[in-house]
């Protein structure tokens, strides 16, 4: 258990309005990531975190922003929710195994419904 | 860019009998391999990786993986699946030179029958 818990878990809203999805973890990792998961897609990386302040671009950053003010919170906004913006979202950690590979693991996810 | 192609998005099989998931990926330098494995309404959790060394990796929950460099392919095994092995398998890789991000494939939906 990586120590990783997402809120809301489940949330409902209109398009338009902004929404704001909160990565907490409990282990102090540097990394953090938000992916969307949609159906055929796997996985997509949207923006990751390296550090506080730190945030760098994914595969599918448009129409999202984060910010990481404490290391322990990566929070992801859509600052206009549309109708497309509709999936699961996951957020990652990472963590130094033994063998020197930064292993991501995953939090519970966030299903998101843009009405 | 790399990229990863999950070539059957759905698999059925009977309990006990041995299960296959194939992944190529396309990558023009030196790649990280991965399996993860999700159940239903629960995030990723991984089964296994190929960093280096040996090219058949033992994971848990009594899966394997071999990694084939000159078909550039990282195939997914089970001998023999229980029922609880029903969920959504994704493969992914990680470029050496690209930090830690990860490139997933489409995954592969295994549904396994009594």
């Known amino acids: 258990d990586a120590g990783i818990t997402q809120s809301p878990r489940h949330k409902v809203t209109e398009t338009g309005t902004p929404v704001t999805l909160r990565c907490h973890q409990t282990e102090n990792h540097r990394y953090m990531y938000w992916y969307r998961q949609d159906p055929g897609h796997g996985l997509r990386l949207i923006h990751y975190?390296?550090?506080?302040?730190?945030?760098d671009k994914g595969e599918v950053s448009d129409g999202y922003s984060v910010s990481r003010s404490k290391t322990e919170d990566f929070l992801l906004t859509l600052e206009s929710a549309t109708s497309s913006q509709t999936s699961v979202y996951f957020c990652?950690?990472?963590?130094?195994?033994?063998?020197?590979?930064?292993?991501?693991?995953f939090g519970p996810g966030t299903r998101l419904l843009v009405l | 860019a790399q990229s990863v192609t999950q070539l059957d998005s759905q698999v059925p099989v009977f309990e006990e009998a041995p299960v296959e998931l194939r992944c190529n990926y396309s990558?023009?330098?030196?790649?990280?391999l991965f399996w993860y494995v999700q159940y239903p309404n629960q995030g990723l959790q991984l089964l296994l990786k190929y960093l280096s060394g040996s090219t058949l990796v033992k994971g848990i929950n009594g899966f394997e993986a071999e990694f084939n460099k000159s078909q550039t392919s990282f195939h997914l095994r089970k001998p023999s699946v229980h029922i609880s092995d029903t969920a959504e398998y994704f493969c992914a890789v990680s470029e050496r030179a690209a930090g830690n991000k990860l490139t997933f494939g489409g995954g592969t939906r295994v549904l396994v029958k009594p």
């Open positions: 975190s390296y550090g506080v302040k730190d945030t």
């Open positions: 990652a950690i990472s963590d130094l195994a033994g063998d020197g590979y930064e292993t991501q693991y």
């Open positions: 990558s023009s330098v030196s790649v990280y």
